[in-house]
């Protein structure tokens, strides 16, 4: 049995230790781009999402020009809720929240479950985690469940459903809102019934912009400001 002496004179050891000990675990931990709780500048998202495209190739991800150009266009329309069909690992999606107000919200859907899991790590890397609602879904099964309005709907998933997701998402937009959509230039000859529609729609007015090698579809829904 310890006596009160020696025990006195092991506490400050054993809190030495400790302390060495929770350091050592610490250092072992994942980096993330800013602590718990703070909002990360975008210096340090951009760093990481440079370290994206070096690390993580063959995702079909969006040029960097291209995710200047939309982040861009979130902070022109002043969005608040944005809906991105396609997340892969999530290079695009970090993107857009970077065009976000912190009391916004962006949903990201992706039906593969190993890009899904690797855009949670890179959301949480960059602790830009609390402005996305990322699900693992079939979107042709989860758009119906939305409620809109969103103000921005991105299109970056299997060229054939283009036409099927703006079928589902264009009601739920709202006027003076835009869809848009990726590899309108590059994968044409895949979309061509579905530029013939946003080209000609009664409700859109659309362009497209060379702001990367893949092209954008930019489609503004025409009327009244909603409600």
């Known amino acids: 049995m310890l006596t009160a002496a020696i025990l006195s004179n092991r506490i400050p050891r054993l809190i030495q230790c400790g302390i060495v000990g929770l350091s050592m675990a610490l250092m072992i931990l994942p980096p993330r ?13 951009l760093r990481h999402l440079d370290k994206m495209r070096e690390t993580q190739p063959g995702m079909w991800n969006i040029a960097p020009s291209e995710g200047e150009y939309l982040s861009n266009l979130v902070q022109k329309l002043k969005a608040q809720r944005v809906l991105e069909i396609g997340t892969s690992n999530g290079y695009s999606a970090i993107w857009l929240a970077l065009g976000l107000p912190e009391t916004s919200q962006l949903i990201t859907l992706e039906i593969n479950r190993r890009r899904y899991s690797l855009a949670q790590n890179n959301f949480e890397a960059t602790g830009i985690d609390g402005l996305i609602d990322s699900r693992l879904a079939d979107a042709l099964e989860e758009v119906p469940k939305l409620e809109g309005p969103f103000d921005l709907v991105f299109l970056d998933a299997d060229k054939q459903d283009y036409g099927k997701y703006l079928e589902m998402v264009l009601p739920k937009v709202s006027s003076g809102g835009v ?7 590059d994968m044409a000859s895949q979309l061509q019934d579905f530029l013939a529609t946003i080209q000609t729609h009664p409700e859109l007015r659309t362009e497209i912009v060379a702001v990367g090698p893949s092209g954008l579809s930019i489609s503004y829904k025409k009327g009244p400001p909603t409600p």
Do not use: F, L, M, Y
């Open 33 to 45: 781009v800013s602590a718990q709780g703070a909002k990360p500048t975008r210096e340090q998202v």
């Open 179 to 185: 869809i848009a959509a990726h590899n309108v230039t």
